[in-house]
């Protein structure tokens, strides 16, 4: 197994893969940015270069065709980067005012964006990126809205330490509406991931110290069902 190293002060806290290219967000031995390497070669990725943004506390990032997402709550800001030639990375445009972001993801020349100050999930149209602007809010039923994913016209956001996860209809980006909040069953689902149309949720009951792998079926357009649950004990929350 080939090993290299990112060096040291390097301090990543999220990354996408679009491609060949490996995007980290986070702090790079004091630049806050985006740090870009080629995997075309994985057994032997390089770096291509990074981008500062000006000490912004990069919390996530996503990407799509030449441009990477990334959305700081230091700034209250979504800052579109051009990657089209990850050597010479550029600034393509920033969108303010965003609260305190969390999570983004880019579906459908749209970014979606949770966020904590306002508890809000915003939608930014990135149909033309050098020119992007905020086209729609909604206030989420709970506090701390953390995790997104997105499938089609529904976005499904988790919290931070809440028992449930909403369902938003974003068919108008304009007008997004909450279509139903659902229980984790006594656990907090603050985090989730999409395979193909299963949302797999991973949740954590503080009572206990009980993990759960949760499988939820979302083909449908009614009430997310859930399939199966995978239970586990593991203080140290190491998946």
């Known amino acids: 197994m080939a090993r290299s190293t990112l060096g040291a002060g390097v301090s990543p806290t999220e990354f996408v893969v679009a491609n060949d290219l490996l995007i980290l967000a986070g702090d790079f031995s004091g630049v806050d940015g985006l740090r870009f390497y080629d995997i075309r070669d994985l057994t032997s990725p390089y770096s291509l270069g990074e981008i500062d943004l000006s000490h912004q506390s990069v919390g996530d990032v996503d990407a799509a065709g030449a441009y990477a997402y990334a ?6 800001s979504l800052y579109i980067v051009n990657v089209g030639d990850p050597a010479q990375a550029r600034l393509e445009a920033t969108v303010t005012d965003l609260g305190s972001p969390s999570d983004v993801k880019v579906q459908g020349g749209y970014a979606y964006i949770t966020e904590q100050a306002s ?10 990126p050098s020119n992007a602007t905020t086209v729609g809010a909604i206030v989420m039923p709970n506090a701390n809205p953390l995790d997104l994913q997105v499938q089609g016209n529904r976005v499904y956001v988790s919290y931070q330490s809440v028992t449930s996860y909403t369902t938003v209809d974003v068919s108008d980006p304009v007008n997004p509406f ?8 006594g656990v907090a689902c603050s985090e989730s991931h999409l395979a193909g149309d299963i949302l797999v949720q991973k ?13 939820v079926d979302i083909s449908t357009s009614g009430t997310p069902s859930i399939i199966s649950e995978l239970e586990y004990l593991n203080p140290s929350d190491n998946i």
Do not use: M
């Open 71 to 76: 959305v700081s709550s230091a700034s209250s």
């Open 119 to 128: 508890e809000q999930l915003h939608i930014v149209d990135i149909s033309d």
């Open 178 to 185: 909450v279509v139903d909040t659902t229980t984790c069953a």
């Open 203 to 215: 949740g954590y009951a503080a009572l206990n110290q009980t993990r759960t792998i949760r499988l």
